[in-house]
């Protein structure tokens, strides 16, 4: 299980180096993917629960787990 599991990280590493644009590429597509990860948190999944009491937050909870259970 070991030996297989060196190989296949050997296998990756040995493809990444032999890459000339690789590099470049796969920073572009961090770049990316943190950048949606920023966008996408900071717009469509902000904190609804932030700022309201423990009593609010269990209201809330509880009319959202009847809703969708309708």
């Given at each position: 299980?070991?030996?297989?599991?060196?190989?296949?990280?050997?296998?990756?590493?040995?493809?990444?180096?032999?890459?000339?644009?690789?590099?470049?590429?796969?920073?572009?597509?961090?770049?990316?993917v943190?950048?949606?990860f920023?966008?996408?948190?900071?717009?469509?999944?902000?904190?609804?629960?932030?700022?309201?009491?423990?009593?609010?937050?269990?209201?809330?909870?509880?009319?959202?787990?009847?809703?969708?259970?309708?």
């Amino acid at each position: 299980m070991r030996k297989a599991i060196v190989s296949i990280w050997n296998f990756y590493v040995d493809g990444f180096r032999a890459m000339t644009w690789g590099r470049q590429l796969w920073l572009i597509i961090l770049l990316k993917v943190i950048i949606l990860f920023v966008v996408l948190r900071g717009f469509f999944f902000r904190p609804t629960l932030e700022g309201k009491s423990e009593e609010q937050r269990i209201e809330y909870i509880g009319n959202q787990l009847i809703i969708n259970k309708k």
